[in-house]
């Protein structure tokens, strides 16, 4: 149940980010309103990860987290979201040569097609 009110609460953020988004061009001091909701909204999520990984590790004792896929591609939320985990005293792996997002599961796949040749399968 919780975690439908979660994905609730995002849903109405991010409209409420495309309403103010959309009254913006009227007005010149909108777009200050928008930067603002949208930081908020992007350290809130960033919040309820580091939450999540606190609650994860409460029960399973696992002290790593890896933060991957295309949402870590968002520098603000990644840059958020390593510094919860780093003043939770978590490991933290990323991403530094590989990409986040599609470009890294197509250079894994073609890996172990490489093994999978090399092996004679």
């Known amino acids: 149940m919780k975690m439908k009110k979660v994905g609730l609460a995002l849903l109405?953020?991010?409209l409420a980010v495309s309403s103010v988004t959309?009254?913006?061009?009227k007005k010149k001091e909108e777009p200050k309103k928008v930067e603002?909701?949208?930081?908020?909204?992007?350290q809130?999520?960033?919040d309820l990860i580091t939450d999540g990984c606190r609650k994860i590790r409460k029960k399973t004792k696992?002290?790593?987290v890896a933060l991957s896929g295309?949402?870590?591609?968002?520098?603000?939320?990644?840059?958020?979201?390593e510094e919860g985990l780093d003043k939770e005293h978590f490991t933290v792996l990323r991403h530094h040569l590989i990409p986040a997002n599609d470009g890294g599961i197509a250079l894994g796949?073609?890996?172990?097609?490489?093994q999978y040749i090399?092996?004679?399968k």
Do not use: D, P, S, T
């Open 44 to 46: 809130k999520l960033a």
């Open 109 to 114: 796949q073609a890996a172990y097609a490489m």
């Open 118 to 120: 090399q092996e004679g």
């Open 36 to 42: 603002k909701l949208a930081y908020i909204f992007h």
């Open 62 to 64: 696992c002290n790593c």
């Open 70 to 81: 295309g949402v870590f591609q968002n520098r603000l939320l990644l840059r958020m979201v």
């Open 22 to 25: 959309a009254c913006g061009k």
């Open 12 to 14: 109405v953020a991010a």
